[in-house]
Each structure stands twice: as C-alpha cells, then as structure tokens.
C-alpha cells in the first residue's frame, strides 16, 4: 500500500534550519535516526542515508511521512512546530551571507603602530563618573565585596516578582517584622 | 544617505558619557559587564557557555592615581583583578534595547572580532558587535560558529594574544570603544515609552514602602596601604614591583558563540559619537597594593560545577546568522598549547567534561525588530 508522502516547497528549508538549531550535522542526524530506532526494537524501521537527506535538505526528495516523523523527532521537533515553523519561515530572515572580515594579515610592526597612534594624544579612555557605592571599610570588606557581587548578579537575573520578594525578605531581615 | 565620512581619527574626542556602576561600566547607553566565570577545558572539543560566577570588581584609575603605574594615567579607564589562567567574559546590555550601539572589543589593541590592529573605523568588513542583539562575548572569534575562551595570563610570557600576533606584550587589558547610531536612525516605539512610564510609577510607589532610603554614600576609593606607593618614575616603563603584575588576554577552550552580522549596515553608527574605555587587567598582588582590597576568591573547575549538575547556557540564535571566523585568529595558539610547547606541565586540568544535554539552558535571542528602524532615506542630512 502507498503510504503518504509530505511535500511542502520550504521543507528543506526547515529541515536546515532545525539541524542548525540542534547544532547537527547532516550525518548526525542519520545517525540519531538510527539510535532512536535502536531503542525501540519493535517499530518499524526507516530506511535513510546521508546523501538522501542532503536530496531531503536541498528539495530534491520528498519524504514519506513515517520518514519525516523520525527525522524531526532526530532533530527534536515534531509535526506540530514543523507547520508552525512552515508558516513562519524564520530562516528568510538569516543573513543572505555572513559578514566578511578582511583575510589581510597585518605584520607584527602595524598592530605596534595602530596601537601608538590610537593611544597618543591625551587621556585615551573617555572621562568616567563613578556611581555613589561604597563597601564596608573593615576587615570584612573582601567578602562583603564578593557577596554583593553575587547578589547582584542573583538580582538581575531574576523577574521583576521575584526581586520584590528578594526585597521584602531583605528588609524583613534587617528591620524585623513591620 | 549621509554623506558624513564614516571615519574617526584615533586622536578625536569621545563625546558619549562613560560611567562606572556596580562594577559594570557604561557607554552611552550600553553596559558592559566583566563576569566571573568558570575556565572550560581546552581538550579541542566544543563547549556550552559557562555561568556567571559573579561580577569583577572594577575601579576607576583615577581613584586611585598616586598608585597604579604611569602609563596607565595616560590611557586612564578601569581597571580590574584577575588570577593567572582565570576566565572572563563580558555581558553587554541597555536600558534602551530599542537603540543599539555599536561596540568593538580588543584585547592588547588587538580587534578580538577579526584579529586585526586597532581601529576606529566601522566598514564592511565587521570587526565590531551590535548590541543588542549580542548579548554576551566569551573570547576571541577564532572559527564560524566558535570563540576561544578569554584567559589572562601575565605580560611578558608570550601567551597573550596581542604577544602571538604582534611578538611583544606592550598593552594587555581589554579597550573598548562604542559608538552611537546616528541621529533620526532608530526612534523610540511607544511601547517602550509606555512602560517606562509604568516603570517611573512603580518606582515611586515603592519609594513610599522603603523604611531606610537615606543612605547616600559616596564612591570613595580606600586609602593607600603604607609604603606601598606603585607610581612609576618613567610612562611606559614598568617597575620591578609591577612586571609580571599586569594582564593580558590569551585564548583558552572552544565555545560555541555566534558574532551576529550587523542587522543595519555599517553607515548606521556615528564614528564621531563615541566613548573608549581602556580596561587594565592586573594580578590579585597589585590589586591588592594599589586597592588594599583581596580580590573575589578563584572559582571553582568546571569539572566540580558540572559534578553539582549547575547550568551551562547556550542561546536560540541561528537565525541570526554569523560573522566570519577570523584567519588570524584562528592561528593563535591557546594557554595549554603554548604550555605544551615549552614543556611546561599541565597547569589546570584540562579533563574533557561531560555536560548532560539536560544541563544546558538555551535562551531565545529576539531578532532586531525592523519597527522601530527609520530607512536610509529618511535619515537626516
């Protein structure tokens, strides 16, 4: 019995950009097709290779669909986000080429002479205003620096409720139960 | 289009305000933090990104000019303390996300982007970041798709990459410098104006709930400890006390980090609004001499972190596309190579560690939103 196929102009499209998203290469994923079959003995297994899914990626293939449910599922994904991301079509917006940098390698003698021209002429560095902070000034200071650090760092990365409860609880530390 | 010349001359003026605020330094509207951070094993292989440890303390030069060496009062800036083979890396955010800057990040005056001598211009060929959307550099951009770790190592040894690509370690630190985007470029979407607006209520209610907000202490550096005066007689020359005492930056592990293409072209920054950091790097001895402060202990291995099934981070940013790995880079050598070469053994362990798939927090990165973007055309003559 003819099974179905799927075809949609773009799914080669998806399936790269998925395979980039999994940080895969086109063997890679062969290869976790094939490991995720090993694990369930009683399925019934897909046939596939590299060079039928670089065909797949390019356009050239069109997949039956037992095929493509195991190729998403290697590439973490499923039939669900594969229409969302179809409709999407977020790799439109890549780049049309990566940026170039120069292929130029200076002499040694240029980065010496870039630099003392950069830094001649004045105070390099822009004016800087310090912010009003200080720290405890006796032998504590060293952990107490350290400890704010951190707590800063913790504060930032929370969410704006997480933080107002951070704050109550530090004023309730400090000032007891109001 | 403007017809502005799109070039600064080194010895222009910064004109964008700099300010340095809970050990975070800001340039117009971008902060750039220096974090603490684990230093990942360079066994070849390719690693999440690691956490933030915490924050390095950062203090300004000039709080503190009767002690750090001479040459320093001539590039001013920050400076900060790190341990031999230590990691950083840098964060960079803004509270006006709406309007990006443009920034470039050297490392001994070396472009860590392409590998390339200093320079103030911005063209084509991308040397620099735009943040937002970057919001995180964890070393030099060695490959597509993968940086080298930031590592300091001590001036004079030859690890360093200013000291591989120019033969001689005269500067060391990081410099940065950043740039607005010309005016009429992006204009600010009501949305943001509108929380903004919440935000400033919010605040104020709150201040009505504090019990203490009248402390108001003002940034004072610590006095010098006694006898412990690091002026140096001659600029540019470094005293027995302080050789070996500053840092550079030299490459450690691979990492997967993304160098995003620049969404709105080079013409979009004004290279004549600008403002330049020089960030010096020194060893917790002349931290400690200059500052009388211990800096904040050495972290932990990476191979201890991972045991304690802590997070490693990495981010949805594919669509994003990526900067070109640099030639240059890509032929320096890291930490543990050059420790190979002269037959030095292993200073840290370099144990490939295993990071379960589950430990890896990937965070979405937004695309530039084109709203809020005023075309060529309509930009300002």
Known sequence: MARDSFSHPELGSALAWLRARARLTQSEVVERVFEQQRERPHAERETLSTVYYQLLETGKRTPRTPKLAALLAALGSDQAELQGLLAAQPWRHVPTSKARISKHTPRPAAYAAAAEEALAGGVWSSPIVASPISFASDGEQHRTRGELSELVDHFENLSQRDRSALLAQARRLRFGKR | ?381
């Open chain 2, 1 to 381: 289009m403007s017809t502005r010349p799109n070039v600064a001359r080194s010895t222009t003026k910064p004109t964008l305000a700099v300010k340095l605020e809970h050990d975070a330094v800001q340039i117009g509207d971008l902060r750039v933090t220096f974090h603490r951070t684990l230093r990942i094993p360079d066994d070849g292989r390719r690693y999440p990104l690691p956490p933030s440890l915490g924050r390095f303390p950062v203090c300004r030069v000039e709080d503190y000019a009767d002690r750090v060496p001479a040459s320093w009062l001539e590039h001013g800036g920050v400076f900060l303390p790190m341990y031999q083979r230590e990691a950083m890396w840098l964060s960079f955010d803004s509270d006006r996300s709406w309007r990006p800057q443009a920034l470039k990040v050297a490392v001994g005056m070396v472009n860590a982007v392409s590998g390339e001598p200093w320079s103030q211009r911005i063209d084509d060929e991308q040397d620099y970041l735009v943040c937002p959307p970057q919001p995180w550099l964890d070393g030099i951009k060695s490959e597509d798709g993968i940086i080298r770790q930031f590592v300091a190592m001590p001036l004079g040894m030859g690890y360093t990459v200013e000291g591989q690509l120019t033969g001689e370690e005269r500067f060391g630190g990081i410099q940065l410098i950043a740039f607005d985007p010309k005016d009429g470029v992006f204009t600010e979407p009501q949305e943001h104006v509108d929380v903004m607006r919440r935000y400033e209520v919010a605040q104020s209610s709150a201040a009505d709930d504090m019990i203490d907000s009248s402390e108001s202490d003002s940034y004072r550096p610590l006095p010098a400890p006694a006898g412990r005066s690091m002026r140096m007689s001659r600029p540019n020359r470094r005293s027995p006390e302080s050789a070996g005492a500053e840092m550079g930056l030299g490459a450690g592990g691979r990492m997967e980090q993304q160098i995003y293409p620049d969404p709105y072209g080079a013409q979009t920054w004004d290279t004549h609004r600008f403002g330049r950091v020089y960030v010096h790097i020194v060893n917790s001895q002349l931290y400690e001499d200059i500052t009388g402060r211990r800096p904040p202990a050495s972290p932990i291995s990476a191979q201890t972190y991972t045991e304690h099934g802590y997070p490693w981070f990495d981010l949805y940013d594919e669509h994003l596309g990526d900067v070109q790995g640099s030639d240059i880079l890509a032929g320096v050598k890291s930490v543990s190579e050059i420790d190979s070469e002269k037959s030095f053994k292993p200073q840290q362990d370099e144990t490939t560690v295993a990071i379960p798939d589950v430990n890896v927090v990937k965070y979405p990165v937004a695309k530039p939103t084109p709203t809020n973007i005023v075309r060529d055309g309509d930009w300002p003559k």
